[in-house]
């Protein structure tokens, strides 16, 4: 697996202080992706899922203990060994790493991202595109009802 240099929350320079993303790793990313899709699991089941790469158990148990520090992991102990869950969503990692990237690009000015962000969608995938506008039109609903 490619090492993304500090990890995801840096992909756009220098950082504030005030990040609402701690600094995510390759490997990080990898192991938040299966506990969101498998739900709760140990260090060895994790291992199971894990592709293209050879790690060991304590590296994958190290790996856990951060996202753990992080508060991003709550787990439970299941005889001799935690059982994982992901303590935050995907769309709240996503939302807090938006967020970050409006405060760093645009000082918190949300409409350049969300213009840019439909023009990339509308670009890449048509059919995607529509389902955002009909999310946004349901939302708007929603406000004014």
């Given at each position: 697996m490619k090492n993304l240099g500090?990890?995801?929350s840096?992909?756009?320079g220098n950082r504030q202080k005030t990040t609402q993303v701690p600094s995510l790793g390759v490997r990080e990313i990898e192991v938040l992706r299966i506990l969101w899709r498998e739900g709760e699991l140990s260090a060895q089941q994790v291992l199971q899922f894990i592709e293209n790469?050879?790690?060991s158990l304590s590296t994958m148990q190290s790996t856990l203990e951060r996202l753990f520090r992080k508060n991003l992991?709550?787990?439970q102990k299941s005889g001799r060994y935690y059982l994982y869950t992901a303590s935050i969503s995907q769309?709240?990692?996503i939302s807090?790493?938006?967020q970050d990237i409006a405060s760093q690009l645009s000082g918190g000015d949300m409409a350049p991202m969300i213009s840019g962000f439909i023009e990339y969608v509308g670009?890449?995938?048509p059919e995607s595109l529509e389902?955002?506008?009909h999310s946004l039109s349901a939302k708007s609903q929603k406000t004014e009802d």
């Open positions: 500090k990890g995801l840096h992909w756009f790469e050879e790690i992991l709550s787990r769309s709240a990692i807090g790493l938006l670009e890449e995938s389902q955002v506008k």
